[in-house]
């Protein structure tokens, strides 16, 4: 059809308008077998041929496109394509960066989906292209591309009807026209391609990619029936499918959102690989070990001595809870001060101090002064007693901070002086019960112990060290007062007296 007398074919100069229905009219959800391809037209005058047509025969490669402007391809542009050689002829060739390749995506041997299995090739292309990690000019890029989904629809020719095919073409169509389109530096390359896109050869359209989000509406209405379009959608979003979406302030957000729309459609147990990462995980199987006699005796044995640690613990705690008040009672039969014979007559006369008491009072006499101990002596011990209230802390046998001096120094004095030395520990009446200490004897021992081992290091024979504790026993001030209870909380230090 024309706008005016056709001239004869062959004939010099007439302008001819062929108007012929689109391959994607019929693309639409539910519809049947795809329209028959338009019948054939004579070359263009520009020299770009009829796209290839998707029968039964195999499919011929479109042709690449002409060097219109070779002088474009003589400096690499600044997205880091290499120029044509020769103008764009159809020797040049992909040239990937050897140090940082894209291999060739490897095919498993079951694939779930040939659809977007077969698509890896062109894919591949397109993703690396875009990145600058593929250099290629333009022609060659546009004669690859080309070749590839030719060579795609061969391959899928006999699984896919003729619809879902067409689908699949022009997402990959559409991808390929949408990265080239839009690589910086391709200064009138970019408008040759515009004019002879791969939308344009395999379909004859030149909506670009808009058709691309119609048909993303449409498949998502019907997922489970699109589960394999919907991934090889995906798969070209994935690979720098942006459309209108790359001028759009808000286009990256909404280009996330249809993303995630897609992928959501899709079942989740498709996303797991069938190949193992490591086909060689099982280990050795080896029977297990049964467990001989001794160890189940063994077994029973540590089984019942923790059941009969857990009724000690148990019936310990019970007997310190409920035997306070005995005690008590019985603590109350001795009066808390010393008992004395009561005796009419004379006062004897005072004692002297003995060489060992005088000697001991000079050498721990700053320790006097500061009121940390008391040097006293009866008729047959001289004893260093401590005036400190809070040596140890509370319910423990360890010293406060700094007291340690305390206890070295009399080590020091004690060394010089003969005899055994023993070393006691009082407490107050304040009743202590747990599973540490069981009672105040126990504790004022543990303290004393503590100490002997500060003085023992002090000693040239610690052998001379004896331990003893007497908890509230031999209280020496009232413990119904916190300043008597202070008191009667002491060490003693005792040496015989040398007659």
Known sequence: MSGGNNPPPGGGGGNRTVFRPSPLAGMRQ????APPPP???????SGFDRPPTFGASPPPPPPPIPAAQPQSYQEPPPAGFTAAQSGGMPGAATSRLTDDDIPVPSRPLDSRSPLVQEAGPVLALAASVRSGRARIAMPAFHREASQAIAAYDKAIAPLYPEEMRMRARYALCATVDDIAQNLPGIGQDGAE???RSLVVMFFRENIGGDRFWQIVDELLQRPAQ???LIELFAACLAAGFEGRFRVMPDGRARLQQIMQSLYGALEHPRGQSTLEVAPHWKGAEAPLEKIGLLNKVLLAAAAALAGLLIIYIILRLLLMSAGSDPWDSVRKLTPDEPMRLSRVGATPPPVDDSAQASRLKKFLEPE???KLVVVEEDANTVRVRTTVGQLFESASDQLESGREALFRRIGRAVEEEPGEVTIEGHADSDQISNLTWPDN???SKARAQTVANII??????????????YGDSRAIASNDTAEGKSKNR?????VPRRK
């Open 39 to 45: 019948p054939a037209a004579p070359p263009s005058p």
């Open 441 to 443: 004897t126990a504790l």
């Open 30 to 33: 539910g519809q049947g077998a």
């Open 456 to 469: 023992g290091n002090e000693l040239s024979n610690p052998g001379r060290i004896t331990v003893k504790g």
């Open 368 to 370: 006097i002064r500061q």
């Open 490 to 494: 002491r060490v003693e230090i005792v």
């Open 226 to 228: 699109n589960a394999e």
């Open 193 to 195: 391609w515009a004019r």
